[in-house]
């Protein structure tokens, strides 16, 4: 099974920027589908953003952050990252990545985590 480690959180200010990272072991990340969610205090996991499989690397966003996010892979590498600029207080939260043998869009296709990684965003 393939196992995912989430880094690159800490405190920026609000306008700031930040990387997250995510690096899979086990098995070749070019298996599956990758995608960033998280998970603010006393709020449901949100679905943030995915990535395709193949070389195409066809992207999928959700509207509260698209045009501030960029979800990216390098599969030589077994690596993912969330490029996230124009930080707000709203964006404070547990980040996760996660991988899917399924469809990249459909949220529910995405069975294999990481344990997060802190994102605080100070106002």
């Known amino acids: 099974q393939v196992h995912l480690v989430e880094s690159g959180g800490g405190l920026v200010q609000t306008g700031g920027s930040l990387r997250l990272s995510c690096v899979a072991s086990?098995?070749?990340?070019?298996?599956?589908?990758l995608a960033w969610f998280r998970q603010a205090p006393g709020k449901e996991r949100e679905f943030l953003a995915a990535?395709?499989?193949?070389?195409?690397?066809?992207?999928y966003y959700v509207d509260s952050i698209k045009g501030r996010f960029t979800i990216s892979r390098d599969n030589a590498q077994n690596t993912a990252w969330l490029q996230m600029n124009s930080l707000k207080a709203d964006d404070t939260a547990v980040y996760y990545c996660a991988a899917s043998n399924g469809a990249y869009y459909l949220e529910g296709t995405y069975s294999y985590w990481g344990q997060g990684t802190q994102v605080t965003v100070s106002s």
């Open positions: 086990g098995r070749p990340l070019s298996e599956y589908a």
């Open positions: 990535i395709t499989w193949n070389s195409r690397s066809i992207e």
